[in-house]
Every structure is written in C-alpha cells, then in structure tokens.
C-alpha cells in the first residue's frame, strides 16, 4: 500500500470514525439494552413481575382485559393489548404517545389494574435507538448518516488492516506501552467482530433508508389496512366476550401460541396480531372476526421484513439474544476504543505542535467532552434512569416526565462537566463506579424479597455491578490528570 | 445451552490451530499443539463448517447466528487471556511468548528481522 493511500485511508478512518462514533455508541448502547426490553420494563415495575407462581392468562383476564381496551378505545385512545408472554407475564395495555408506549399492567388471571405507576420502560431504549428521540425525520436522517459513517469506517479500517488481518487476528499485548494496548484492543474487536458488525450496520441502514423513503414518498395500502393514524379516526370496533374468545382460539389452532401477541384495531376491526417471535421476518397480519383464517404468507413477504428479523432478532432463543446484546456492547468497546485513541493521537500532535492556538485547544477540549459525554455520560444516565424508576418522584412531576429529565439531565450534565474540566473522565468514573455497585442494594431496598421472577432482578443488578466494577478497575488504573 | 458449549470447543480450537500455525516470534500460545502440519491446516478449514453444520442441524436459525456470534466472542476472549498467562516476571516479547525470538521493546512486531516488510 502507498504511503498516500494509507494516509488517505487514516484520515477517512478517523474523521469520519469519531463524529460517527459519538452517535454509534449510544445505538450500540440502546440497542443491546433494546434486546431485552421487556424485561428492563418488568425491573423498573417490580410489582408486574408478579409473586411466584406466575399465574397464568385465564379466560376472565382476557375479558376483564378486552373490556379495559375498549374503553380506552371508546376513549378516543388509540391503545392496543399486549398479551402476556414468559418474558413479560401481565397485560399490557399499551398505547404510543410519539417517544414512548405508555399504559397499565393488567394482571393474567383477573385483568385488574396492577399497583404502580407508569416508568419510561425498556420502551425508552427501542425508541431511542430508532429515532433518538429526535423529531421525524432528524432522527432517521441522523442514524443513517452514522450507519453510513460505521460501514465506511469499517471498509477504511479493514483496508489499513488487510495485509496483518490474519496474522494478528488474535493480538493483544496487555503489557505494552497504553497507546499501543488501546490499539491492540480496537484491532482484536473490530477484527473480529467485523462481519457482525457490518450486518448490524448494513440492515439497521437498510431500515432507516426505508423509513426516510416511506417519509418522501408513503407506500400505497390495500383496502383492509389502516395506519394507526388512519385507524385513530374511525370508529371504535365491537369488542365482545365471543370476539375475544373466537380470536384466542384461532390465534392458538393456528399459531400454536398467542404469548407476546396483541389485540389491536385493525380498520373497522378488532385484530389479533401474532406475536413476533413466530417467524425470523416479521408478519404483522392479523386474524380478524371477518378473517378468521391466515392466508398463506412467503416466509419473507417484503425486504423490510427481512430486515428487521436481522437486526432486531426477536425471534431468536435466550442464549442468541445474550450474545446479540454482548455484541452491542463489544461494539460499545471498539467504538470507545477507537475514539480514545483518536482523542491520544489528537494529544499528541498538540504536544508535538510549537505553539497551540486558542481555536485548536477548545476544539482538543469539545472532543474531550463529547467523548466523556458519550462514553460515560450515556451509562450513568442510563443507571440514573433505572434508580430514578425506583426513587419517589417530586410531587410537581408525573414519573415518567421526572424520569425522561433525570436522563437528559445527568447526560447533559455529564457534556457540561467535560467542558469545565479535565477530570470529569475520572470524577464520572467514579460516579459510574458507586451507582453501578448500588444498583443490587436499591434493588433490594425498594422491591419485595420473593419475587415471581428471581433471575430477572440479579441479571439486571449484576449488569450494573459489572458496569461498577469496570468503571472501579478503570479508575485505579488511569493516570490522573491536572486540571 | 448444549450448541453454545459445542461452538465454544470448536471454535476455540480452531482459535488455538490458527496462533499455532503463526510464525514462533507471533505466538501468544502458551499451550502449544504439536508443530502445524497439513492435517491442522485441513483441521482449521474443516472445524468451523462442521461447527456450522452441526449448529444449524441441532438449533436451526438459532444456531446459525450462535455460531456467528460465538466465533469473535471465543477469539477476543483467547486473545485477552493467552497472553497473560505467560508467567510474569520473565522477559516479555512483543506479543509474543517470553524468551521467543521477538525484540523486547514491546512495541511493534515490525522490527523483528523474521517480519514481513508490510511498510514501504
């Protein structure tokens, strides 16, 4: 390779890999917290995860359930009724108010309201991950724009590696000078994570573009389909005991299962929806009274459907999406991993310079604080996030409004403190330290000790203490630094 | 659980036979296999499709994404821990294993005289 080229390629590589990487670490993030967002929701709301046995879905339930549904419905509210699944064992009676999906739990066997209020949920993180929470069509513009970003970064990346990509598949020199390991780290992950991530990155890119064309240009419906727009205007439908049941049971002859399934307005209908673990692509058709049986339907009906059983997985097992949602984090890693050393390359040249001017001594110090902002920002306002589910909330605030500010609070705090000083890195380590090893004590103080769904509580405490224990061990081994 | 421990194996296997088919000044494999012959390099070619194959037959779709997922989880793990049980206190060669042919500047495993010349 020339000596121009690989300049070249180091410089695309880097400058588009840092602004890229900013926004690439929150998706990263969110997304592997959005693998396992029911079970996020069911932490925030200890009393949903219910008392052990874990009662099952009773005939009474649904119809207590349905009744619920149809007066939100009669309401002018356009909600839809998630049933219960293993992985979230309660009604949902959910509706979407632009950010997140809000509503109560019913419980499975009576279909009463379940004590608790309303939290962010792990709602917060999918939509987070899907449009920022930016206005339509920002968000998408944005993440398609950092999805074209991380695939030029990886071709760039696997071109400077090309010639040593096999030999130093495997190399990693913890004893090396810090640079040097930092570097050692970003090639050992990206190496070998390139494949993943280039499919992560491919189909998410894939999903936004069609979201941004569907803006420009709305796709035609057929005659039996409406929006939730479209359906928003029409007329309550009929929801009755029969309905109810003769769609269960259709759902059930033909599905196998209706778990995870919902119940929502479908034009002038009510339709059961299947739940979206049935198939790898995802098929939103429903069985309504008036269609009571599926046609048959190619296992893959559109490329958008293709697309979002490869990105999303909800169809895979426990152990694929564990290994999903580590992917998301190896990802979190790499892109850290890259913008540290752009942030140490950036340092040195400083160093190497005669003189500094003004302009490139703020600019060395808005990398700083975007990197910090990001990097650790983001975690410690997602674990203020979970204890602000669990803390009481000002009386002046509803939860979920208290919730969404604590958030973007600390996180804009977090890019503040960045900008004041150079130690935040080290004082949001810390931070992220203490409320990491915290979390499992909060967790206990504030939620009954027996509990339907044990393993729930301790994956999700022990996430935090691993998040706590690597912040610790970050700490008391990073230099300090002068302010 | 039973596919994920059979990738696992396979794939740290075939993790092993590659650091053993490097040159010695590249090795970070403290358990050495036998010097690399034509049957390991058949081996190698031949562990991840039987890995494939066997995931996909005893977990279908599912397994078809563990074993893609299991392949860099294995390696970055391997990568991690090989070189840091290489016993501490000896001299440590650039990625390498202790006392091998490598320079001891811990740096860059360009300059050792049995690398490939990648730079101009």
């Known amino acids: 390779m020339s000596p121009r080229l690989r300049t070249a390629l180091r410089f695309f590589h880097r400058w588009i890999g840092f602004p890229a990487g900013l926004f690439l670490f929150i998706l990263c993030f969110t997304g592997s917290l959005a693998c396992f967002s029911p079970e996020i929701q069911g932490w925030m709301q200890p009393r949903t995860t219910l008392q052990?046995?874990?009662?099952?879905?009773?005939?009474?339930?649904?119809?207590?359930?349905?009744?619920?549904?149809?007066?939100?419905?009669?309401?002018?509210?356009?909600?839809?009724?998630?049933?219960?699944?293993?992985?979230?064992?309660?009604?949902?009676?959910?509706?979407?108010?632009?950010?997140?999906?809000?509503?109560?739990a019913l419980a499975p066997d009576t279909g009463l309201p379940l004590k608790g209020h309303d939290v962010?949920?792990?709602?917060?993180?999918?939509?987070?991950?899907?449009?920022?929470?930016?206005?339509?069509?920002?968000?998408?513009?944005?993440?398609?724009?950092?999805?074209?970003?991380?695939?030029?970064?990886?071709?760039?990346?696997?071109?400077?590696?090309?010639?040593?990509?096999?030999?130093?598949?495997?190399?990693?020199?913890?004893?090396?000078?810090?640079?040097?390991?930092?570097?050692?780290?970003?090639?050992?992950?990206?190496?070998?994570?390139?494949?993943?991530l280039f499919i992560i990155g491919l189909s998410g890119v894939v999903l936004q573009s069609q979201k941004l064309l569907h803006m420009i240009n709305p796709p035609h419906r057929s005659p039996g389909h409406a929006s939730r727009h479209q359906t928003h205007t029409a007329a309550p439908p009929a929801i009755s005991p029969v309905i109810l049941t003769s769609l269960t049971d259709n759902g059930l002859r033909q599905w196998g299962t209706i778990a995870d399934g919902f119940l929502m307005q479908t034009s002038r209908e009510l339709g059961l929806y299947a739940p979206d673990n049935l198939h790898f692509?995802?098929?939103?058709?429903?069985?309504?009274?008036?269609?009571?049986?599926?046609?048959?339907?190619?296992?893959?009906?559109?490329?958008?459907?293709?697309?979002?059983?490869?990105?999303?997985?909800?169809?895979?097992?426990?152990?694929?999406?564990?290994?999903?949602?580590?992917?998301?984090?190896?990802?979190?890693?790499?892109?850290?991993?890259?913008?540290?050393?752009?942030l140490q390359s950036e340092r040195n040249g400083l160093a190497h310079a005669g003189t500094i001017s003004f302009s490139r001594q703020g600019l060395q110090r808005s990398y700083e604080a975007l990197s910090t902002a990001t990097l650790l920002g983001l975690p410690l306002a997602t674990l203020a996030l979970f204890w602000g589910t669990r803390l009481p909330t000002p009386d002046a605030l509803s939860p979920v409004i208290w919730e969404e500010r604590l958030f973007y609070d600390i996180w804009g705090l977090s890019l503040l403190h960045g900008f004041i000083t150079r130690r935040a890195a080290r004082q949001q380590i810390g931070l992220l330290a203490l409320l990491g090893f915290g979390t499992t004590g909060l967790d206990l103080a504030t939620r009954s000790f027996h509990t339907g769904r044990p393993l729930l509580f301790m994956a999700v405490d022990a996430l935090a203490a691993c998040i706590g224990l690597v912040s610790l061990v970050c700490l008391l081994r990073q230099p300090k630094v002068t302010a | 659980m039973m596919t994920l421990a059979l990738l696992a194996i396979l794939w740290t296997l075939v993790w092993?036979?590659?650091?053993?088919?490097?040159?010695?000044?590249?090795?970070?494999?403290?358990?050495?296999?036998?010097?690399?012959?034509?049957?390991?390099?058949?081996?190698?070619?031949?562990?991840?499709?039987?890995?494939l194959v066997s995931a996909c037959?005893?977990?279908?779709?599912?397994?078809?994404?563990?074993?893609?997922?299991?392949?860099?989880?294995?390696?970055?793990?391997?990568?991690i821990i090989l070189p840091l049980c290489v016993p501490a206190g000896r001299p440590r060669a650039s990625g390498g294993l202790a006392g091998s042919l490598s320079s001891l500047n811990g740096q860059s495993l360009q300059k050792h005289s049995e690398a490939p010349k990648y730079l101009p």
């Open chain 2, 57 to 79: 037959l005893m977990d279908g779709l599912d397994g078809l994404f563990l074993w893609a997922f299991t392949a860099p989880v294995t390696g970055i793990l391997l990568g």
């Open chain 1, 52 to 104: 052990a046995p874990l009662p099952p879905i009773t005939q009474a339930g649904l119809l207590e359930a349905g009744l619920a549904l149809k007066t939100q419905l009669d309401g002018g509210t356009f909600a839809f009724l998630k049933l219960p699944s293993p992985r979230d064992p309660v009604f949902r009676l959910w509706h979407y108010d632009g950010r997140l999906f809000l509503g109560p």
């Open chain 1, 120 to 196: 962010t949920g792990g709602t917060f993180f999918v939509t987070l991950h899907s449009n920022l929470h930016l206005p339509s069509p920002w968000g998408q513009i944005i993440i398609t724009l950092a999805g074209v970003g991380l695939l030029i970064t990886l071709l760039t990346g696997l071109w400077l590696q090309l010639r040593r990509f096999l030999p130093d598949l495997l190399l990693f020199r913890p004893h090396a000078a810090r640079q040097r390991r930092w570097l050692d780290l970003h090639l050992l992950g990206g190496t070998l994570y390139l494949p993943v």
């Open chain 1, 281 to 342: 692509c995802l098929q939103r058709h429903a069985l309504t009274p008036s269609h009571p049986d599926m046609l048959p339907q190619p296992l893959c009906p559109t490329v958008h459907s293709f697309f979002i059983g490869l990105h999303n997985l909800r169809w895979a097992g426990l152990i694929t999406r564990w290994l999903y949602c580590l992917s998301g984090l190896l990802g979190c890693a790499i892109i850290g991993s890259g913008m540290v050393l752009f």
């Open chain 2, 16 to 51: 092993l036979l590659h650091l053993n088919g490097l040159p010695a000044y590249r090795r970070q494999n403290p358990c050495h296999l036998p010097p690399a012959s034509r049957f390991q390099n058949h081996l190698l070619r031949l562990l991840p499709v039987l890995a």
